[in-house]
């Protein structure tokens, strides 16, 4: 790999070109991707494609008219230290505020790069016209601003925004919201049964970390088998049985831990204030993602709750 500063002034066009080239074939990917579900979005995607092979092709005039008609090989991965894009098939599964985030990161990368190839340039145009772009690239926020609010008109914006949210429901919140009640609600009669009966916190642990792991393990393929997505929007298989294994397994693993602790009555003192905090924190999800009234949410899970710890309490005393 080469270094920047070994690179000659035809090398830094070349690698300029190629790289407002996969900016280009980047943004273009984000307008397909996004396109049946945030039209809008898309739209403006493809607006800053084409600024960018607008740059493309004032660099391929200059590097012609200064180098001729050859040019170097030479991409971002052949320089030491120079600005990386994640691979494009990464990014696919990217919200949709996670995408424009990253349009903004890659032209403050881009702006970043001119500006220090200018900096080294010896020949005048090719200094003027780096110090341009450089210039451009830092403006290009305004600029996506602007292209945002042409194409984002404030209903679009607020559509978009509103199906964005639907979807973060449906594809991370609401398996999420599950597997949290899963692995808190009905790991705690085998764990709290266990605790009892023996009155050891060892073999408390050991019940606990079977039963969340197992419960996350079963959630997570369960609900990753149950829906492809396709028909109902609820994204990838994968994500979704992710999400709801490891919120599973967090649930069952929040009561579990403290029995590392080698005193049983410290453990299950602070296992119910875990147990506490728990049911408080699937009644705030509850409430501020599902919209379920607060009083309501609460009413539910702690009833439910306390009837289980019950159940293994008891069970476990008998």
């Known amino acids: 790999m080469k270094k ?5 002034e035809n090398e830094v ?8 080239e996969e900016d280009a074939r980047i943004y273009q990917s984000f307008a ?59 990014m696919e599964n990217l919200r949709i505020d996670a995408v424009r985030r990253q349009a903004s990161v890659m032209e403050l990368e881009s702006a970043n790069f001119y500006a220090r190839a200018a900096e ?13 772009l450089a210039m451009e690239e830092n403006g290009h926020m305004a600029l996506a601003d602007r292209i ?25 919140v609401q398996p999420g919201l599950a597997g949290l009640i899963d692995g808190s609600v009905s790991t705690m009669a085998p764990i709290f049964a266990a605790a009892f009966a023996t009155q050891k916190s060892w073999d408390a642990f050991l019940v606990g970390m079977a039963a969340s792991i197992g419960a996350g393990i079963s959630m997570g393929i369960t609900e990753a088998m149950s829906d ?4 109902t929007g609820r994204g990838q298989p994968w994500v979704r049985g992710t999400a709801c294994g490891l919120m599973t397994t967090a649930g069952g693993l929040g009561h579990t831990l403290p029995y590392l602790i080698t005193d049983f009555w410290t453990a299950t003192s602070i296992a119910a204030i875990f147990v506490t905090l728990e049911l408080w924190a699937i009644c705030w ?34």
């Open 4 to 8: 920047f500063t070994a690179l000659k």
């Open 13 to 20: 066009l070349a690698l300029a070109i190629s790289s407002e």
């Open 32 to 90: 397909n991707t996004i396109r049946e579900e945030f039209p809008s979005t898309a739209k403006m995607f493809e607006q800053m494609a084409e600024e960018e092979q607008v740059h493309r092709n004032r660099l391929l005039e200059l590097f012609k008219s200064k180098f001729g008609e050859r040019l170097p090989y030479i991409t971002r991965q052949d320089v030491r230290g120079f600005l990386r894009r994640r691979p494009i098939w990464l």
């Open 120 to 132: 080294r340039a010896h020949d005048v145009d090719v200094r003027k016209l780096l110090g341009d």
């Open 148 to 172: 945002e609010q042409k194409a984002l008109p404030k209903g679009a914006r607020a559509t978009e925004d509103d199906r964005a949210r639907r979807l973060f429901l449906l594809q991370i």
């Open 228 to 231: 492809d997505g396709a028909l």
């Open 285 to 318: 999800i509850r409430w501020k993602y599902m919209e379920t009234p607060f009083t309501s949410a609460l009413v539910q899970v702690v009833l439910g709750g306390a009837l289980v710890l019950l159940t293994g309490i008891l069970i476990g005393s008998a």
